[in-house]
């Protein structure tokens, strides 16, 4: 069974960091490209930072220059660096990995998501 488990949410102040981790349960390369998003109270899940299986990263504007999105193979993992916090940031933040399939489909899997807290 596919399943991807995050970890590293909790309470920071403003202007600290968390790395938050995404673990795969298989290969990370099952995936054809990895993202977070997050989603706030009240509001819709938005995404933030994606890296496709060859590395390639993208980043929303808001977390541009404050995050970053990398991977281990070896550890079938996907972390999020967080720096430079701001209170805006509080969310619970989700793991997705998509999967395209043979016939040109997407397959989505998501992570149970994890809290973070930015407090001012």
């Known amino acids: 069974q596919v399943q991807l488990v995050e970890s590293g949410g909790g309470l920071v102040q403003a202007g600290g960091s968390l790395r938050l981790s995404c673990v795969a349960s298989?290969?990370?390369?099952?995936?054809?490209?990895m993202s977070w998003y997050r989603q706030a109270p009240g509001e819709q899940r938005k995404l933030i930072a994606t890296?496709?299986?060859?590395?390639?990263?993208n980043y929303a504007d808001s977390v541009k220059g404050r995050f970053t999105i990398s991977r281990d193979n070896a550890k079938n993992t996907v972390y999020l660096q967080m720096n430079s916090l701001k209170p805006e940031d509080t969310a619970v933040y989700f793991c997705k990995g998509v999967r395209l399939t043979v016939g040109g489909n997407s397959l989505d899997y998501w992570g149970q998501g994890t809290q973070v807290t930015v407090s001012s």
């Open positions: 298989g290969s990370i390369f099952y995936y054809n490209a």
């Open positions: 890296i496709t299986s060859g590395g390639s990263t």
